[in-house]
Nanobody, 115 residues
Framework: QVQLVESGGGLVQAGGSLRLSCAAS????????MGWYRQGPGKQRELVAV???????NYADSVKGRFTISRDNTKNTVYLQMNSLKPEDTAVYYC?????????WGQGTQVTVSS
């Protein structure tokens, strides 16, 4: 089992920055992918950024150049640095991990970007 706890969401003006954190616990040795997804109002959940065990990354086109995913294995934590935020980035952001054949989700953290 893997437990994920997100933090760092909040309200920010357009053009501002936020950093999300996701702390993993449990059978973390089995995690091979960690990432972030988001679900905006009335929208489906979508991938934002993921990082594999080899630190390869993949980003949604809408956030490339603005968001950066990173991982600190000493703290079992993955981060999402979000810069140049736009109102359309408003969503609940979910941490995600893949461990073997199982997928785990955090509880989500709200990010609201005002215009």
């Amino acid at each position: 089992q893997v437990q994920l706890v997100e933090s760092g969401g909040g309200l920010v003006q357009a053009g501002g920055s936020l950093r999300l954190s996701c702390a993993a616990s449990g059978t973390i040795f089995s995690i091979n992918v960690m990432g972030w997804y988001r679900q905006g109002p009335g929208k489906q959940r979508e991938l934002v950024a993921v990082m594999g065990s080899g630190r390869t990354t993949n980003y949604a086109d809408s956030v490339k150049g603005r968001f950066t995913i990173s991982r600190d294995n000493t703290k079992n934590t993955v981060y999402l640095q979000m810069n140049s935020l736009k109102p359309e980035d408003t969503a609940v952001y979910y941490c995600n991990s893949v461990a073997g054949l199982r997928v785990y989700w955090g509880q989500g953290t709200q990010v609201t970007v005002s215009s």
